[in-house]
């Protein structure tokens, strides 16, 4: 089992930055896929950003360049960096976690992975 926290999540006016991060417990190590995906009222799951097994990093196309999603596995931790948000960023976040061993793109297209934590809203506002 893997339990997943997040934090970080506010309302910041657009242009703003935001930084999300994620604690995890239970049994993940270094090799564990992690990433983060968002969801809006009424639409399906979008994976924002993720990290394979292998290390491998994949985003979104709509967060290029303006994300980053990095970890710290001496604290279990998963972070996601968000610069110039828009108000399309708005959604609820979550942290996820798999223990396939999958390239990180595999996880933004498919958003299939075994544990989720609770998320965190993000609003942007103009």
């Known amino acids: 089992q893997v339990h997943l926290v997040e934090s970080g999540g506010g309302s910041v006016e657009v242009g703003g930055s935001l930084r999300l991060s994620c604690v995890a417990s239970g049994n993940i190590d270094s090799t564990t896929s992690v990433g983060w995906v968002r969801q809006v009222p009424g639409k399906d799951r979008e994976g924002v950003a993720a990290?394979?097994?292998?290390?491998?990093?994949a985003y979104a196309d709509s967060v290029k360049g303006r994300f980053t999603i990095s970890r710290d596995n001496a604290k279990n931790t998963l972070y996601l960096e968000m610069n110039s948000l828009k108000p399309e960023d708005t959604a609820m976040y979550y942290c996820a976690a798999d223990r396939g061993r999958l390239k990180g793109m595999y996880f933004v297209r498919s958003v299939k992975f075994e544990y989720w934590g609770q998320g965190t809203q993000v609003t942007v506002s103009s």
């Open positions: 990290i394979g097994s292998d290390g491998s990093i």
